[in-house]
């Protein structure tokens, strides 16, 4: 199984980005899938989580009201649009994918991740 991520790139203070994450191999699509994100000189940290059947999302509360996770499962993809981003949002984002029915918050939960995707936000 492989996650692929994309959409990053540069995009000016108060702009948007969605972000996918697209599935291969072995489906897994009952997995809960997450997003995570990583600063420069910073821990990854939690930003998004959301279950198979998308009854249930988590966000970081740096990100709630801004972001919103989604997911098709018809398609093996998980999204994240961002929205009003802020220079602190500047990081490599990372999909995960973990074999669990719940919204866990801890990379440790999530045995499978996506190579990164760089978000800069430019003030």
């Known amino acids: 199984v492989q996650l692929q991520a994309s959409g990053g790139g540069l995009v000016q203070a108060g702009g948007s980005v969605r972000l996918s994450c697209v599935a291969s191999?072995?489906?897994i699509s009952w997995y809960t899938k997450g997003w995570f994100r990583q600063a420069p000189g910073k821990e990854r940290?939690?930003?998004?989580?959301?279950?198979?059947?998308?009854?249930?999302?988590y966000y970081a509360d740096s990100v709630k009201g801004r972001f919103t996770i989604s997911r098709d499962n018809a398609k093996n993809t998980v999204y994240l649009q961002m929205n009003s981003l802020t220079p602190e949002d500047t990081a490599v984002y990372y999909c995960?994918?973990?074999?669990?029915?719940?919204?866990?918050?801890?990379?440790?939960?999530?045995?499978?991740w996506g190579q990164g995707t760089l978000v800069t936000v430019s003030s």
């Open positions: 995960a994918a973990a074999p669990v029915s719940r919204v866990p918050t801890t990379p440790e939960s999530y045995d499978r």
């Open positions: 940290e939690f930003v998004a989580a959301i279950t198979q059947n998308s009854l249930a999302t």
């Open positions: 191999g072995r489906t």
